[in-house]
């Protein structure tokens, strides 16, 4: 079935939002409110610019507003180098232990250690930043210390500042320059910490370091960036090297460099320098597995063996999950049995091994034993309880559930001050900010209220927060929630635009940003549709759509058209093959070539997909492939069979060839 839709279409979440359709609870229907949110969004960038005449000329709309401190917080962050202290004070004493006093705060002790007014410096980080772990404001300790001759009291703080195996952060500098000429980094002190940048692999900080020391220290070095610069070369230069514990280490570290991009080599010059050397068993049996799960990983056919090869201290969960990955690449399905066997009863029992246990008994001959557990596993909703399904014809489990409303729940914590403050947040378009908020406030709510707390948050659209905070409350049956149909205007017409399922669209957008605008992954990904701003870039010259930079990934309308449009363009370079599009959306299309089949011959996409070298884009495409099944059922009614959507995968055309 198709669930009703919310009242209102999902907002978008940029700064230039406009206006903002009805919400619950009683501050949907206040005017003064809402005058009040547009007042804000229209005279928070000034405030960020350091401009308060906007604000002052709304003063009236905002000074009673839940944000006035948030504005004047960024008005007076941007004004930290000229505004008086006085008037940080006071915004500090009244709202001190709010976000935005707490980063304001930050902002003003950096601007005191700027300004060199290190005895008030040295007043915030007493009572604020003592053992915060923060370097740069240890640093900065550390240096007040020194100049207000309280040197005595951060002597332990700046040496366990300069006993790390990283370089550190540049306001230390005037620290170790200090230290160094009182003498007090000679000997011993630099020795150590040039050993510990070693240990980490620093080798630019070792080498910086060895300089101070002696010849013999910066030789060390110099092997060791040998090994990683030109790891083959430095091992068949082996037979010219002394043999020390160090050079053994050298010589494992660069094995795994070249097992990195060739196992198969790696092996081979692994078991040549074994003749040479006695390593230790646990550095050896640590290489030993890395080179084996480096096969498995890069498809080698003798990854199996080598895996299995492993001695038992080499062998854990990781190990044997790549021993039934490796047997499954090459259909020996007794393997794959002997494989899921010997795990441990806790891994034996996840699903994932459940259901290829199934598969390779059915393969076997043994259906009398495999249909049990599909069976078992078909009543669960998930990837492989859906595959399960498939195998025995048997419905899917959507088994939606929609959570019970308690009004008098949902009126209490729509006026709980926390989360009225995240909400209006999220409304004027700081998002992150809001998030924030909302997980400090939900953190300290009793279990019923916390599940009365998602429903709160879908009933202002903010999805990423209903959807994880119901995970958090272990309520996982409404659908409604956990898969909504986000900005739906916007998904709907650009899929069909681009061309593509608008299930596949919402499905990617969810799995990537649980519709998040604002977020940003480690990698630079931006957006609901996480978009790399190359790629954005590249997409939008191609539909013609002006192009401001993040802006315009933060803007939903726009990210979502860019996303449909790029998830187009990977199925038609993949030949409409949806598991490898989503592959390439995640990982990259020229990654996805490096993965395809070696054989002439297609291969399961189950297998395919089990067998994806990096862990995240295996987890994404099921969970794409996954949600695009729900989605699918919202709004059609009917199940989109997983095994009938999936193709197999087949090689690159010049693979064929050449195995022909």
Not at 466 to 484: C, H, Q, V, W
Not at 564 to 590: H, Q, S
Not at 600 to 622: C, G, K, M, Q
Not at 624 to 632: G, S
Request: glycine letters at 6%; proline letters at 5%; aromatic letters at 10%.
């Amino acid at each position: 079935m198709r669930f009703a839709r919310p009242h209102c279409r999902p907002h978008p979440l940029a700064v230039a939002l406009l206006a903002l359709c009805t919400i619950s609870g009683p501050a949907a229907a206040d005017d003064d409110v809402e005058a009040s949110r547009a007042a804000f969004r229209e005279v928070y960038p000034a405030a960020e610019r350091g401009e308060w005449q906007p604000a002052q000329e709304r003063r009236a709309l905002l000074e009673d507003y839940v944000l006035w401190p948030d504005l004047r917080a960024a008005w007076l962050a941007a004004k930290i180098d000229t505004v008086d202290d006085a008037e940080v004070r006071a915004f500090l004493d009244a709202w001190g232990s709010s976000r935005p006093g707490r980063e304001l705060r930050y902002r003003y002790a950096l601007q005191l250690a700027k300004d060199q007014r290190w005895p008030e410096y040295l007043e915030v980080y007493r009572r604020h930043y003592t053992n915060a772990g923060a370097a740069r404001l240890d640093c900065y300790a550390s240096r007040a210390g020194i100049e207000t001759g309280a040197f005595d009291e951060v002597a332990g703080l700046a040496r366990s500042l300069w006993l790390v195996g990283e370089s550190q952060v540049d306001e230390c500098d005037p620290v170790f320059h200090y230290l160094r000429g009182a003498g007090l980094l000679e000997g011993p002190l630099t020795r150590q910490r040039f050993e510990l940048a070693l240990e980490a692999h620093e080798f630019s900080l070792a080498r910086y370091l060895a300089k101070s020391l002696d010849a013999e220290s910066l030789a060390r070095v110099e092997r060791w960036i040998a090994a990683g610069d030109d790891p083959e070369a430095f091992i068949v230069a082996d037979e010219n090297c002394r043999d020390t514990e160090e050079h053994r280490a050298q010589l494992l570290y660069a094995l795994e460099r070249v097992a990195w991009g060739d196992a198969a080599r790696a092996q081979t010059l692994f078991l040549a320098t074994s003749g040479k050397h006695e390593f230790p068993s646990r550095a050896s049996a640590r290489i030993a597995r890395y080179i084996a799960l480096s096969a498995a990983q890069q498809h080698e056919p003798h990854a199996f063996e080598l895996l299995r090869g492993l001695p038992a201290g080499a062998t854990d969960e990781r190990v044997r999950a790549w021993q039934v990955r490796a047997a499954l690449l090459r259909h020996g399905w007794s393997a794959a049995l002997a494989a899921i066997d010997d795990m441990p009863p806790a891994q034996r029992s996840e699903a994932e091994w459940r259901y290829w246990h199934a598969v390779a008994l059915q393969q076997a001959g043994r259906v009398d034993l495999a249909t049990p557990i599909f069976e078992a596993l078909a009543a669960d909703r998930s990837w492989y309880g859906f595959l399960a399904a498939d195998e025995i014809d048997a419905d899917y489990a959507f088994a939606h559930a929609a959570t019970p409303a308690d009004e008098a729940i949902l009126s209490g914590l729509a006026r709980e001050p926390a989360l009225v403050r995240a909400r209006e947040l999220f409304y004027v378009g700081l998002e992150s900010r809001g998030r924030a908020e909302w997980s400090g406030a939900v953190a300290r709510l009793e279990p019923a209220a916390k599940v009365q707390a998602a429903l709160l948050a879908h009933r202002w659209n903010w999805h990423s927060q209903a959807i994880a905070t119901l995970a958090d409350s272990g309520r996982f049956d409404d659908l409604e929630i956990r898969y909504p149909l986000a900005f739906e205007q916007a998904f709907l017409e650009f899929a069909a635009a681009a061309g593509i399922r608008g299930s596949l669209a919402w499905a990617i957008g969810r799995s990537e940003s649980l519709f998040m605008a604002d977020v940003r992954s480690h990698a630079g990904a931006v957006g609901v549709m996480q978009l790399m701003p190359t790629t954005g870039a590249r997409t939008a010259a191609e539909l013609g759509l002006p192009w401001a930079g993040v802006a315009t990934l933060t803007d939903p309308r726009s990210n979502i058209r860019l996303g449909t449009k790029y998830i187009a363009k990977m199925l038609e370079r993949f030949d409409g093959n949806v598991v490898l599009a989503t592959a390439a959306y995640n990982a990259g299309p020229n990654k996805v070539d490096e993965w395809l089949p070696r054989s002439e011959h297609a291969l399961d996409a189950r297998i395919w997909i089990e067998n994806i070298p990096y862990d995240e884009t295996r987890a994404f495409v099921r969970r794409v492939l996954f949600a695009d099944t729900i989605f699918h059922w919202r709004l059609t009614g009917e199940p989109a069979r997983i095994s009938a959507e999936i193709e197999a995968v087949a090689p690159l055309p010049q693979q064929v060839s050449e195995a022909r």
